[in-house]
């Protein structure tokens, strides 16, 4: 009986709730809540129907028979089940509308008990899968710039620090009272907490982060594309390949491409061919490269594809995400295997070939790490279809684990390995670039990245379209001209940065700080202390440990700017 004495009126029939019904229609489905929103065939008409959505228009009879019981169920109290249909007379589910009071009905998907449903395994490698993006190129380099001990050290606190911060995330729902906040994101806790000013600037710094993963997407791109096209033209034309830059020896050949230049490398490799060389590579030369003509050969490509409606084709290739890494995972093993260690520590030596074991540049780490952990702003969606939620802070925390152990293993195995007699100093900011393109395994990897950031750049660009435009207009698509417009912005970003600013390494840095500010460091701990202040919890230790925490986001984005 306790149950009877809820609301007629779930909280999902709002307007705010229709849409997020839409979107998710297996959420909240129980045949208690959907009373009684049951509305006859016989008043349901397709008046501006759109088959896409399920969404129809109801009859006035339909709408006036909503009203009146709206009417009767505020004669009654909480306590009366006198005008709620009893169990029996509940419609099947596939005749359950839930009506919106702008004149539309949204019929219910059944989902059954548990299905559409993730286990913990599913969900945490979903989560693990999620974070492992483009972060893991550089985390060799990000070991480099903090020296050998201090990085690892790094990684492991920031690994903490992040999944406290995600913690305070999934959890800041939960301090709300007297609201339904089942169907909320993090946005819009920010909006309920902050007003106006915590919706647009969460709005803007999710924006840096997916306008900075779209940036960093397309330098990688244009990479893997120069590096596949170079590979494919030497194979086919017969042509061997020297480099006459500083490498290591043995069949396993290891480069240093901006061996001699400034800390802020051209990204040029100077080549000596031999062989069956004709006078067709100057000009391959003068149409194919990294910086000037490649960025703009993917417009041709990826613009098109930035302008379908649904991203749901290009979902279906999450997988490849999971296969990239593994693949990574095991060209790393091998070249280890065959390389070896070469560790020689000295905290006092000056040579150029020892290991330092602390550098003063360790913040530019900081800021890779913080993008490379960073899930804050949808670590609530992934988990709302745990089956269990009991277990999403267990199944958060092994993902972290999970994700904090495969970045160690890449960064600690590509760092020691890499041979005498060059320096460490020449590992690059995306590890490939320091095998040569030659390189049967790494021209693998780069095939399989390449096919993968394709198919996921399409998913970032319509979360941008479906955040901002949503925002601004209400409408995820509001006309084709207004996608095209954003898109052309988005894809220009990325052509000019491949072009004068190619280095991954800084460009995560930059917007890993920036949108970890918000997401990671400030708003979490701001609103738990908030809601341990309304309810007369907070105390002297808790408020010095997240004020500390704020202070280190904010150290963490000026030091980009310094270091």
């Known amino acids: 009986m306790e149950d009877d004495s809820k609301p007629l009126l779930h909280p999902s029939a709002s307007e705010e709730g229709i849409a997020r019904v839409e979107r998710n229609p297996c959420d909240s489905i129980d045949p208690r809540t959907r009373r009684p929103f049951y509305i006859e065939p016989t008043n349901i008409v397709s008046v501006n129907y759109d088959p896409e959505d399920d969404v129809q228009q109801v009859t006035a009879q339909a709408s006036a028979m909503n009203k009146r019981i709206h009417y009767y169920s505020k004669l009654s109290s909480r306590s009366t089940a006198s005008l709620i249909a009893p169990d029996h007379v509940i419609p099947a589910p596939?005749?359950?509308?839930?009506?919106?009071?702008?004149?539309?009905?949204?019929?219910?998907?059944?989902?059954?008990?548990?299905?559409?449903?993730?286990?913990?395994?599913?969900?945490?490698?979903?989560?693990?899968?999620?974070?492992?993006?483009?972060?893991?190129?550089?985390?060799?380099?990000?070991?480099?710039?903090?020296g050998f001990t201090t990085g690892v050290c790094i990684l492991f606190v920031m690994a903490?620090?992040?999944?406290?911060?995600?913690?305070?995330?999934?959890?800041?729902?939960?301090?709300?009272?007297?609201?339904?906040?089942?169907?909320?994101?993090?946005?819009?806790?920010?909006?309920?907490?902050?007003?106006?000013?915590?919706?647009?600037?969460?709005?803007?710094?999710?924006?840096?982060?997916?306008v900075g993963a779209t940036i960093v997407y397309w330098v990688l791109m244009s990479n893997f594309l120069f590096n596949t096209g170079k590979f494919i033209y030497n194979y086919v034309h017969d042509v061997n390949v020297t480099d006459v830059v500083l490498s290591s020896n043995g069949s396993d050949k290891v480069i240093c491409p901006n061996a001699g230049t400034s800390d802020h490398p051209n990204h040029t490799t100077l080549e000596i061919f031999y062989g069956n060389t004709t006078g067709d590579l100057p000009q391959f030369e003068l149409w194919w490269s990294k910086t000037r003509t490649v960025p703009i050969y993917l417009i041709v490509v990826l613009l098109p594809l930035l302008n379908f409606k649904s991203p749901a084709f290009f979902a279906k290739f999450n997988v490849?995400?999971?296969?990239?890494?593994?693949?990574?995972?095991?060209?790393?093993?091998?070249?280890?295997?065959?390389?070896?260690f070469h560790l020689d520590f000295d905290w006092m030596s000056t040579s150029k070939f020892d290991i330092p074991e602390f550098r003063w540049?360790?913040?530019?780490?900081?800021g890779v790490l913080t993008l490379a952990f960073f899930i804050h702003n949808c670590v609530i969606t992934l988990l709302k279809n745990n089956r269990i939620p009991e277990n999403n802070v267990r199944d958060l925390s092994v993902a972290y684990i999970l994700v904090g152990l495969t970045y160690t293993y890449v960064g600690i195995m590509i760092f020691s390995a890499f041979p005498a007699p060059l320096s460490k100093d020449c590992i690059e900011q995306n590890f490939l670039d320091n095998f040569p393109s030659s390189d049967i395994l790494s021209f693998v990897a780069r095939i399989f990245l390449l096919f993968q950031m394709m198919t996921v750049y399409p998913l970032l660009g319509y979360l941008i379209r479906v955040q901002l435009l949503g925002q601004i207009f209400g409408k995820i698509y509001p006309s084709f001209f207004h996608v095209l417009f954003l898109n052309i912005a988005v894809v220009g970003g990325g052509v000019l940065m491949a072009e004068f600013y190619p280095n991954i390494g800084g460009i995560i840095r930059y917007s890993?700080?920036?949108?970890?500010?918000?997401?990671?460091?400030?708003?979490?701990?701001?609103?738990?202390?908030?809601?341990?202040?309304?309810?007369?919890?907070?105390?002297?230790?808790?408020?010095?440990?997240?004020?500390?925490?704020?202070?280190?986001?904010?150290?963490?984005?000026?030091?980009?700017?310094?270091?």
């Not at 490849?320 to 070896?340: C, D, E, M, R």
């Not at 202390?529 to 925490?549: A, D, E, K």
Request: contains cysteine; aromatic residues 16%; charged residues 10%.
């Open 361 to 366: 540049s360790f913040p530019q780490f900081t």
């Open 512 to 563: 890993g700080a920036t949108c970890g500010l918000a997401f990671v460091f400030v708003y979490p701990s701001l609103i738990h202390m908030i809601s341990l202040y309304r309810t007369g919890q907070l105390t002297w230790p808790t408020l010095i440990f997240h004020v500390f925490i704020i202070a280190l986001g904010f150290a963490n984005l000026v030091a980009q700017f310094l270091m």
């Open 160 to 210: 903490f620090l992040t999944l406290y911060c995600c913690y305070r995330v999934l959890k800041s729902r939960a301090s709300i009272p007297l609201i339904d906040t089942s169907t909320w994101e993090f946005p819009d806790v920010c909006k309920y907490y902050f007003g106006s000013f915590g919706q647009w600037s969460s709005l803007l710094f999710s924006m840096v982060s997916l």
């Open 94 to 146: 596939e005749e359950i509308y839930i009506y919106s009071p702008l004149g539309t009905a949204y019929k219910i998907v059944d989902c059954g008990d548990g299905a559409g449903k993730n286990s913990s395994i599913v969900t945490i490698f979903m989560i693990w899968n999620t974070m492992m993006g483009t972060s893991i190129l550089s985390i060799p380099w990000g070991i480099k710039q903090a």
């Open 320 to 340: 490849l995400g999971t296969v990239s890494v593994v693949y990574l995972v095991f060209l790393v093993t091998l070249k280890v295997a065959h390389l070896g």
